[in-house]
């Protein structure tokens, strides 16, 4: 079945430093890739996200590119702030009957100190 | 904010207790969604709903029910309540495909 592995946290950099957090997956088809993050004592909201191979998702900026050839979809940031701090989660999309489940990873706690 | 109210927040109950936790959502949506959330296991879906009476089973859902008499409700009952049923509980809802909209978390303990 499909599945999604994210690096194991916490991460943990200073502010302005780079930040990247690894995800593979394993699907059959093509499925539709995300991001959402979660930030202490809220739910989940979406981040990013990117549909086909070679597409980029973007916001805040954050950005990740789905990569078709090494099934990944590493989330970047250029300069991370302490208000980045927060639960990063990988998914991706099970079609199917013409609705969708996500499965997501395990999430990636990010920690930025000032 | 998406409008989707979950209750209770916050509730302790005892082993072999029945519960019900409702999710309410003021977007009609047509897709909703029963996740639970454990340290070291990310998100896992319970079961879903893809209308009105029609529901169907997520990875994990020995010991859960669902009902959805109405578009904007969507209930998750334990039946007889576990230890290994603690956990935080979300909803989420969603009209297009993978963009889900979450709510704020109902945190069960069993004791």
């Known amino acids: 079945g499909n599945s999604v592995t994210q690096m194991e946290g916490p991460v943990t950099l200073s502010e302005e430093a780079f930040l990247t957090i690894n995800c593979t997956y394993t699907a059959t088809g093509y499925p539709s890739l995300f991001w959402y993050v979660q930030y202490p004592g809220e739910g989940l909201q979406l981040l990013l996200k990117?549909?086909?191979?070679?597409d980029k998702g973007s916001n805040k900026g954050f950005e990740a590119t789905y990569r078709k050839e090494t099934t990944s979809f590493h989330l970047e940031k250029g300069s991370v702030q302490v208000s980045d701090s927060a639960v990063y989660f990988c998914?991706?999309?099970?079609?199917?009957?013409?609705?969708?489940?996500?499965?997501f990873g395990k999430g990636t706690m990010l920690l930025v100190s000032p | 904010d998406a409008g989707i109210t979950q209750s209770p927040r916050h509730k302790v109950t005892e082993t072999g207790t029945p519960v019900t936790l409702r999710c309410h959502q003021t977007?009609?949506?047509?897709?909703m969604y029963w996740y639970r959330q454990d340290p070291g296991h990310g998100l896992r879906l319970i079961h879903y709903s893809y209308g009105v009476k029609d529901t169907d089973k997520g990875e994990v859902s020995d010991g859960y029910s669902v009902s959805r008499s109405k578009t904007e409700d969507f209930l998750l009952t334990l039946e007889s309540a576990t230890s290994s049923q603690t956990s935080v509980y979300f909803c989420?809802?969603?009209?297009?495909?993978?963009?889900?909209?979450f709510g704020e978390g109902s945190r069960l303990t069993v004791l």
């Open positions: 977007e009609n949506h047509r897709y």
């Open positions: 989420a809802i969603s009209e297009t495909s993978g963009e889900l909209f």
């Open positions: 998914a991706l999309s099970d079609e199917g009957s013409g609705y969708s489940t996500l499965t």
């Open positions: 990117a549909t086909k191979a070679d």
